[in-house]
């Protein structure tokens, strides 16, 4: 029998967070178990730093809100935590402590909101003994072992709002307008948010592109009378042989993702207006993507999320993530959505090791918009 659980939100935010908060507390309060939140992630869990959450007060009136009512931590990975010490730079596992916290405080589960990295520790965590249930957030739908993650559908809905945008004046000005949208090294957003904005161009991680095919492809627009262009390249694109462009490498300690992507829009907007003479622009859509309110999508994701999380720790079901799979919410060992990411306290995410599910030749999305021939750069 559970009596009393804690929530922790980690990783960079995604629309959804408080929706799937307000699903545990309400399915906890339903079964009499009490709920508490972690401030700042795995921070809070580390300090602990926590506050009781309930729908009456903490936790009501957030379905709506962007943001996380118990913030969020994108820089702590307590199995190897940069601290300073005697004016030096240290790396410890504090995991420890944290163990003890849940057990001084009595928490029987944790429910661990966040990404492949989050989950990462969740896994270490849980085979620390720790009752742990993870939630697969980030608005770059790259967690394994699940269809979608809360956040994206948010996430595509605003760079498909910036697409019609840019549809608009590139076709006044006959221009090229290019968006950079994020997505980290994973092609989700860029490609679904093309087909939804009728993008002519995408540019993803999975597929380094050749820019003589992109410019060839405004040619032939061109060609056909249509004087203007609407590009969408991920921020983790790379052309053919060359490498990611990044914004600049944070030292926000290891094991976590020290590397800020960002930039090959402006590169591929100039060499698209120097291959084809148009005038091009980009747009770098940036955090527009993960703030604010969350879509009717990923209201109803987020609540079944939490709801199922709340019923697999009645169940006494732990050490797994809820998922959705074949379209139904479904729950998975974390050791698989970790994958080969073996060693505990190892970094965290986005590196060799991890798991991150990207897009695939044989993914719907990918066979929709070479159907409907939008050039991907090869
Ligand atoms: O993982 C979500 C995400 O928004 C990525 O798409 C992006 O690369 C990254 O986070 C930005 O992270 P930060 O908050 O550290 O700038």
Redesign the pocket.
């Known amino acids: 029998m559970i009596k009393k659980v804690a929530i922790l939100a980690n990783?960079?935010d995604a629309p959804g967070f408080n929706a799937v908060i307000r699903g545990i507390v309400k399915t906890a309060e339903t079964n009499g178990i009490e709920c508490y939140g972690f401030i700042d992630g795995y921070r809070g869990l580390l300090k602990n730093d926590f506050i009781k959450l309930d729908s009456a007060t903490t936790a009501s009136g957030i379905l709506h809100k962007g943001g996380s009512i118990i913030g969020s931590s994108?820089n702590a990975n307590v199995f190897n935590y940069k601290l300073e010490e005697n004016g030096q730079v240290v790396y410890k596992d504090l995991s420890d402590i944290c163990v003890e916290n849940i057990k001084n405080d009595e928490f029987d589960c944790i429910f661990t909101l966040g990404?492949d990295g989050t989950q990462k520790s969740a896994r270490d965590f849980s085979l620390k003994g720790v009752n742990v249930i993870g939630i697969p957030k980030?608005?770059?739908n790259d967690v394994a072992c699940t269809e979608i993650t809360f956040g994206f559908n948010t996430a595509v809905s605003v760079a498909m709002e910036a697409i019609d945008r840019l549809h608009t004046t590139g076709e006044t000005h006959h221009r090229i307008m290019v968006l950079e949208v994020?997505?980290?090294y994973a092609g989700w957003i860029a490609l679904e948010a093309a087909i939804a904005g009728g993008a002519d161009i995408a540019l993803i991680p999975e597929i380094p592109y050749d820019i003589n095919i992109a410019a060839k492809k405004i040619e032939e627009r061109k060609e056909k009378g249509k004087n203007f262009s609407v590009v969408v390249v991920a921020?983790g694109a790379m052309p053919k042989g060359g490498t990611i462009t990044v914004e600049n490498i944070r030292d926000n300690g290891a094991g976590v993702d020290n590397t800020?992507?960002g930039g090959v829009g402006d590169k591929v907007a100039k060499e698209l207006q120097e291959l084809t003479g148009l005038d091009a622009r980009n747009t770098t859509l940036g955090y527009m993507q993960?703030g604010g309110t969350p879509v009717a999508f990923d209201r109803v994701l987020s609540t079944k999320y939490g709801a199922k999380a709340m019923e697999l720790a009645i169940e006494g079901k732990f050490g797994v993530l809820t998922v959705i799979k074949d379209g139904k919410l479904n729950s998975v060992p974390l050791e698989d959505v970790v994958g080969n990411n073996k060693v505990m306290g190892a970094v965290s995410g986005n590196t060799a090791e991890s798991n991150i599910r990207k897009v695939t030749r044989d993914h719907d999305l990918f066979k929709t918009a070479k159907s409907i021939g939008i050039c991907l750069g090869e």
Request: aromatic share 0%.
């Open positions: 990783g960079g994108t990404g980030t608005i770059d994020m997505g980290r921020e800020k992507l993960r």
